[in-house]
């Protein structure tokens, strides 16, 4: 009988660390999640060394092999240093990550962006599958984009490529967007939230302010959502403004990569039903019109897995 | 003595079609510029043909070997068909192109859209010379982007990425926008000149209808900016509000593909001692910051040139 070969994954995020095993046909097994300790900079590191023992540990009770570990980080992996620069992790700043792990381990390590990850996840296991012009769109608290272009992951000159929320798409420049860009000060589940904080503020009539119980500076994208949902004018006015932005920022992707599907995912996109339709109907406005027309625009089918998956994809497709 | 070794580029251009032989080494010998014939669909085929059968028989006099002939066309090639779209040109509209052409010759024949070539041809013989992530940007009547990653032409599920023109850059959606983009509809050539006609045929006061001898009608972005370098406010004010949009769409483009270079060609770019440094300027406002600070601008190295270049990269690359 043939030895079983495995490759693991591991997605660092920003409040949590997963891994798991992967069969090549993309079978996860026995999945484990630990909450991030962000005591320092050591501890994180510290906990993916023992997620990979665990990896290792597992594949050998199985009498199996494990041929690589892919990791995906919530930031830049600089592919030449192995540096990571993860601005939610305190002291991931240019941090020598991949030769830290390397020290502790022999198996072969892959590491990548979570945008990388996602758009290989999908594709390899999810909504875009078998598909090799994709684009992964996170909407979370902030906006950043996952890119594979003829099968390929497209990397940039300084591994920063799908920088989209920095996307221009108002000439009125404000001061919020030098911090974080246009497109993610207009439209991020972070910058929902913040409007809707600013308007209340300010005097604005809402049952927002029920939700949180008066208290105004709880009110996240969540609440705003919630409250639209129940027909709120205000967080109707302020989803309706973000839809717009959405369907600048999903157009440009189309019409400058022309990928056959956009997988829609992040913390936003759990209120899909609310966007997604009049997303598809206002990209329409914007984007080139045969790409537009022949692109599917998708909610991400993996969900918090997705980043595992992409990560076990990674392992697999350098060293499988 | 080894017999030497040539591969053949054609540009077929709106106005006129170019030919050249090429070395491996990028020596351009022989380039014949003929006018188009657009009297009809067939016309423009003969005359491609003619230069295919000139350049073969230059290459038979010099005792040498012609590999292939790489040919770049105004608007898009479907790769898989070899059909062609090219709006410029009577009939060109999903015209078979390649197929008709191969019947004619036993040289084998790579074609690709211009835009496509052009940022090949910058970074074999031109500003980007041998660097991997390049945006060509061309602004002229129209805009559009070849696109350049790890090596490597990025072309879209349907040969149509790089259509940058259709960029959403200002959520005030006007109707000029679905007819061409927006960011063609604010700052390509010919956006410029119509909206100097339109502000002269307004009454706004303009040095530019002294240029035309009073005739708003034969205003074109030259006549902006011969005005704008004499100070006319109307011209001046007309080129500022365009390079807004410019930096924007180079920040977008910036943002997403994190390249090395952008290289900046097209009519309107024969104005770049007026529009290069404040695009540079503006530009920095809008992109991700790293990838910013990281990105060279430059004009074309090649001008008329560059299409012809690229044309026989395409041959090089493919058979060389």
Request: proline letters at 4%; hydrophobic letters at 45%; one cysteine or more.
């Amino acid at each position: 009988m043939r030895r079983k070969t495995f490759c693991g994954g591991i997605d660092v995020g920003g409040t949590k660390i997963s891994a798991a095993l992967f069969t090549s046909q993309g079978k996860m097994l026995g999945r484990r999640r630990v909450p991030i300790d962000k005591g320092s900079v050591e501890k994180p590191v510290r906990q993916v060394i023992g997620l990979i023992r665990s990896l290792e540990g597992r594949v050998r009770q199985q009498g199996g092999d494990l041929c690589a570990i892919g990791i995906c980080i919530p930031g830049v992996v600089f592919s030449r240093s192995g540096r990571v620069w993860a601005p939610n992790i305190p002291g991931w700043d240019r941090f020598p990550l991949r030769p830290r792990l390397a020290m502790k381990t022999k198996t072969p390590l892959v590491m990548d962006s979570d945008r990388s990850a996602y758009v290989l996840g999908e594709q390899w296991c999810g909504a875009a599958r078998g598909k090799k012009d994709v684009v992964f769109l996170a909407v979370g608290t902030g906006i950043g984009a996952g890119l594979l272009s003829g099968g390929r992951l497209i990397r940039g000159s300084r591994d920063i490529a799908g920088a989209v929320g920095w996307f221009g798409l108002d000439p009125r420049f404000r001061n919020e967007y030098a911090a974080m860009g246009c497109f993610e000060a207009e439209a991020s589940g972070g910058s929902i939230g913040r409007k809707a904080r600013e308007l209340l503020d300010a005097g604005e009539p809402s049952s927002m302010l029920a939700i949180v119980k008066g208290r105004a500076e709880r009110v996240t994208a969540l609440t705003v959502v919630e409250s639209a949902r129940a027909g709120d004018a205000l967080a109707c006015h302020i989803l309706d403004a973000a839809v717009i932005y959405l369907a600048m920022g999903i157009a440009n992707i189309v019409s400058i990569l022309n990928p056959e599907m956009i997988v829609l995912g992040g913390g936003l996109f759990q209120a899909s039903d609310l966007l997604l339709e009049p997303i598809r109907k206002e990209f329409k406005r914007w984007a080139q019109p045969l790409a537009a027309k022949t692109v599917r625009i998708e909610v991400s089918a993996l969900g918090e897995d997705t980043g595992l998956f992409g990560a076990a994809k990674l392992a697999w497709d350098r060293f499988g």
